[in-house]
């Protein structure tokens, strides 16, 4: 009988978001196999109520083999919420599924992750599973391939792999010269590095960028879908790190994936299908500034409300 990863989910207070993100979980054809782990942050000042809300949402949930809320009594903060959590559960049952309060999945996202878990268990070069894919052409890609980007919106990744995650931000810069910084950010097709000093300079607190940074170090792979098996809602100004933006937003494959590569190494024109996508995701100027004012006219709103 296999034994199915638990999922590790973290929330905060956007119990709208929760509601939606439990609600399709629950649809997912393995929910009733699976052991769920509700990580819930401590409330910072003015996020009480919401807090609040989001845990009775938690301890209320059911249709999963178990469910175990977590509830800090100080507040964490997302990366080391993240960071605690998958360390305490990839110990504990050797892989887990990551997700986060405002993703919303496809019915065969808990079987698409097992799947991929199970297949690469002892493959010490593949690193991380991720579920989401940018929104490229995919018709003529394989169902699934690898690449070197550690994508988090919703991921798993195993124990042996998570080990070598470093949280240490100047043994990772340390570690990097000028041409793995080019091949780190995709050839020029994605500013990575600017994320990476932005954390050494305390102007965000990401543990995703570490995460794909031990990764790429360790020369890793990730397995990703060419069509993606989630939807994120939290670019809609509510997340503690995001923005509006519609320029990630995708279709949900919502067929079973059944194809996983055989050769381990990266897949080129998904590579190249992706880098193409990041390096023009801007558009034109005119777009920019669409896109700008309608995150301010959201945000004003937002804060009216």
Same mark, same amino acid.
């Given at each position: 009988?296999?034994?199915?990863a638990?999922?590790?989910?973290?929330?905060?207070?956007?119990?709208?978001h929760t %509601?939606?993100?439990?609600?399709? !979980?629950?649809?997912n054809y393995l929910?009733?196999? +699976? @052991? &769920?782990?509700?990580?819930?942050?401590?409330?910072r000042?003015?996020?009480?109520?919401?807090?609040?809300?989001?845990?009775?949402?938690?301890?209320?949930?059911?249709?999963?083999?178990s469910?175990e809320?977590?509830? %800090?009594?100080?507040?964490?903060? !997302?990366?080391?919420?993240?960071?605690d959590?998958? +360390? @305490? &559960?990839?110990?504990?049952?050797?892989r887990?599924?990551?997700?986060e309060?405002d993703?919303?999945?496809?019915?065969?996202t808990?079987?698409?992750f097992n799947?991929?878990?199970?297949?690469?268990?002892?493959?010490?070069?593949v690193?991380?599973?991720?579920?989401?894919?940018?929104?490229?052409?995919?018709s003529?890609?394989?169902?699934?391939?690898?690449?070197?980007?550690?994508s988090?919106?919703?991921?798993?990744?195993?124990?042996?792999a998570?080990k070598?995650f470093?949280?240490?931000?100047?043994k990772?810069?340390?570690?990097f010269d000028d041409?793995?910084?080019?091949?780190f950010?995709l050839?020029?097709?994605?500013n990575?590095?600017?994320?990476?000093?932005?954390?050494?300079?305390?102007?965000?607190?990401s543990?995703?960028?570490r995460?794909?940074?031990?990764v790429?170090?360790?020369?890793?792979?990730?397995?990703n879908?060419?069509?993606?098996?989630?939807?994120?809602?939290?670019?809609?100004?509510?997340?503690?790190?995001?923005g509006?933006s519609?320029?990630?937003?995708?279709?949900i494959?919502n067929?079973?994936i059944?194809?996983?590569?055989?050769?381990?190494?990266?897949?080129?024109?998904?590579?190249?299908?992706?880098r193409?996508?990041l390096?023009?995701?801007?558009?034109?100027y005119?777009?920019?500034?669409?896109?700008?004012?309608?995150?301010?006219?959201?945000k004003?709103?937002?804060?009216?409300?």
């Amino acid at each position: 009988m296999q034994n199915f990863a638990p999922i590790a989910l973290f929330v905060y207070n956007r119990p709208e978001h929760t %509601r939606r993100t439990l609600n399709f !979980l629950q649809k997912n054809y393995l929910a009733e196999e +699976s @052991r &769920l782990f509700i990580f819930s942050d401590g409330a910072r000042n003015g996020d009480e109520e919401n807090v609040k809300a989001v845990r009775e949402l938690a301890n209320n949930i059911s249709g999963f083999k178990s469910v175990e809320v977590i509830e %800090r009594e100080r507040n964490f903060g !997302l990366a080391n919420s993240v960071i605690d959590g998958v +360390s @305490r &559960l990839t110990a504990t049952y050797g892989r887990t599924i990551v997700m986060e309060d405002d993703v919303l999945t496809s019915p065969y996202t808990l079987q698409y992750f097992n799947d991929a878990l199970c297949k690469y268990n002892d493959q010490e070069k593949v690193m991380h599973v991720t579920a989401y894919m940018y929104p490229i052409d995919h018709s003529n890609l394989p169902e699934t391939f690898f690449l070197r980007i550690a994508s988090s919106q919703a991921w798993a990744t195993w124990d042996r792999a998570w080990k070598n995650f470093e949280p240490d931000i100047d043994k990772i810069i340390a570690r990097f010269d000028d041409q793995l910084k080019y091949q780190f950010e995709l050839e020029g097709g994605m500013n990575f590095w600017k994320h990476v000093m932005e954390f050494k300079h305390r102007r965000n607190n990401s543990w995703a960028i570490r995460w794909y940074s031990s990764v790429f170090l360790n020369k890793g792979l990730s397995v990703n879908p060419a069509l993606s098996l989630i939807e994120n809602i939290g670019h809609d100004g509510s997340g503690v790190h995001s923005g509006v933006s519609t320029i990630y937003k995708g279709s949900i494959n919502n067929f079973r994936i059944k194809e996983f590569p055989e050769h381990l190494e990266e897949y080129r024109p998904g590579y190249q299908a992706v880098r193409h996508f990041l390096k023009h995701r801007k558009g034109s100027y005119l777009q920019r500034g669409m896109r700008y004012l309608n995150h301010v006219l959201t945000k004003l709103k937002m804060h009216k409300n």
